[in-house]
């Protein structure tokens, strides 16, 4: 089941620049900031709220950190901007994706990868979620 | 001081097929709709959590009443999708919006609107926050 908004992701080209914004500007002070290199981004984790899950609600930030990354691709095309959202699962999150691509939504990975601070996640097609590219989280 | 992520704002071209999307493809049923004549959408709330202030997290399905709507124009540049992000403030929205502007982030309306479920709005201009359309909520 999806239990929470667990995070929007956002693009940026500058991850230093963009956590000083959202530091300064609306005094989110709660970040983590880790390296992903499979998905070839530098990423920061602003916790926004605790959720009534148990979890919490993050905004995350995304810098590629190679060329050939989806995300440097993406910001080439789009310009800075929200690149996908994420629910949380309180399951298994394979279980989660096999229950949606039951219903006919393509689901991208065949297996979860690693996410943010351990997570395990996969991704649904934008082309069957009405243009809004989604994850689906399982946290650590 | 923002305290919550209050909602997503997704664009879309047919809002009944939309909430049925997320209804049945995520298990979202808890639904909120209603028009807002002022922005020219007819739009649903979708409740998905509960935050730690007390308040809650949705997504905002928006489909436009008419042509000359922002979300309109959105919608025929862009195609469906994520149109702003929200931010739930614990005080009066307009002095929060006050205080971001003192930090250089330029307010789109002079003094608050009506949204969603009675409560008080404003909007941050994208070209400020690294791209993205930002909504700032007080509720009712």
């Known amino acids: 089941m999806l239990t929470r908004i667990d995070h929007i992701g956002i693009a940026c ?5 963009t956590v000083a914004f959202y530091r300064e500007t609306y005094g989110f002070t709660d970040v983590h900031i880790e390296v992903n290199e499979e998905q070839g981004v530098r990423e920061a984790m602003l916790k926004i709220n605790e ?11 995304l810098e590629p950190t190679r060329e050939d ?3 440097a691709k993406w910001l080439a095309k789009n ?3 929200v690149h996908h959202i994420a629910f949380g699962t309180d399951g298994d999150v394979q279980d989660e994706a096999d229950g949606i691509a039951a219903k006919g ?6 297996s979860p990868r690693r ?5 395990r996640i996969t991704f ?3 082309k069957d979620a009405h243009g809004v590219l989604t994850e689906l989280v399982q946290k650590a």
């Open 13 to 17: 080209h500058d991850l230093d620049a």
């Open 51 to 61: 959720t009534g899950d148990g979890a919490a609600s993050y905004l995350q930030l």
């Open 69 to 71: 990354s989806t995300v």
């Open 79 to 81: 310009g800075e901007g």
């Open 105 to 110: 939504v393509r689901v991208l990975y065949d």
């Open 115 to 119: 996410g943010s601070m351990g997570s």
């Open 124 to 126: 649904l097609h934008p």
